[in-house]
């Protein structure tokens, strides 16, 4: 297995199983902490640069939150706007990387060009960590995810994964490209111009995953172990900000998880969602024994301190 120490963390496109589960090992071994709720000192010479182009609540803050439980220091910015990239200067991602790699040890970047973080790796002499790029991808959401999984049933090998939503999301292609690494079966249902790309289907099947695609939640959610929602009404992620109009329309009932359809599902499969949602899980759903966001939220914080302790090397 290659060393974390130093690595990028771009994509699980590359990702082995190994590596995964030691992912996994070395939060396990952290979560401790975040269950207490301390601050620890294992990176207390350490600094996360936060480089935000796009808006986000849970992947900046859980990252933030990760290296103040490990006794690291932040800084950083969450809009692009008041910096010199996103105003008359429109500097580029290497002349604005070639600043932020001296102000810290590690950086997070999110960002609506997809394989811009891949571009700022390339110029970094420090780690970058991609939190989400364009309809790229956004890998450790997808370790969150399958971390929270593990947690909460046990395993990942033997579980049929329903993936509901628009699949060009960057959760949905790095959830398709970890389960390649895992005995994991993948049925995808997505409005037609929200589909997965034959490219990307042929991509994954050379790993033996083929993805069973239907029409309505209500032809597969019998099967699912684990139901994974995105939202089909959702902003554009290759913009860097979109406001909210006044019409954002409703959630089609194909895409929808609701209780009624919930009746249908395995009593012990979990429903996870990266959020921010719309009205694909309706807020009833969260006092039903499926709902596990809240506990990913939780685990993303974990999976972040694991992830920063081994790209800066305090955990080998
Ligand atoms: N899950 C996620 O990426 O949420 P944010 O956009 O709030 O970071």
């Known amino acids: 297995m290659r060393s974390f120490a130093g690595r990028d963390i771009l994509s699980l496109k590359d990702f082995e199983r190994a590596e995964f589960e030691h ?45 103040h ?29 070639k600043m932020l790699e001296f102000y810290g040890d ?7 060009q997809q394989g811009a973080p891949q571009e700022a790796a390339r110029w970094a002499s420090i780690p970058v960590i991609n939190a989400g790029d364009g309809w790229g ?22 579980l049929t994964f329903l993936c ?21 079966e993948m049925i995808a249902i997505a409005p037609p111009e929200m589909s997965l790309t034959d490219e990307f289907k042929a991509e994954v099947a050379e790993k033996n995953l083929t993805i069973r695609e239907v029409d309505h939640v209500k032809d597969a959610i019998a099967d699912a172990d684990v139901i994974y929602v995105e939202p089909v ?14 019409d954002v329309g409703q959630t089609p009932a194909n895409y929808q998880v609701s209780r009624e359809v919930l009746q249908l599902a395995k009593p012990g499969s979990i429903i996870l ?34 992830l920063l302790a081994l790209v800066l090397g305090a955990k080998e």
């Open 23 to 67: 992912v996994f090992e070395v939060a396990d071994q952290l979560e401790p902490i975040a269950r207490a709720r301390r601050n620890v000192d294992l990176l207390a010479d350490k600094t996360l640069v936060t480089a935000f182009y796009q808006p986000s609540t849970r992947t900046r803050l859980a990252h933030e939150a990760a290296m």
């Open 69 to 97: 439980r490990l006794g690291g220091h932040v800084l950083g910015f969450s809009d692009a706007k008041m910096t010199r990239a996103g105003d008359y200067y429109q500097e580029s991602i290497k002349d604005t990387v």
């Open 106 to 112: 590690v950086m997070v970047m999110r960002h609506f």
């Open 137 to 158: 991808e956004h890998p450790t959401q997808v370790l969150t995810d399958l971390y929270t999984i593990k947690k909460e049933l046990g395993r990942i090998d033997g």
């Open 164 to 184: 509901i939503g628009d699949m060009r999301m960057r959760t949905m292609h790095s959830m398709a490209h970890a389960l390649t690494q895992f005995d994991a």
């Open 233 to 246: 009404v959702q902003a554009d992620y290759t913009v860097s900000r979109q406001e909210r109009g006044d």
């Open 273 to 306: 969602h990266s959020l921010p949602r719309m009205d694909e899980v309706p807020p009833d759903v969260d006092a039903t024994r499926h709902a596990r966001y809240w506990q990913e939220a939780y685990y993303g914080v974990v999976m972040r301190m694991s």
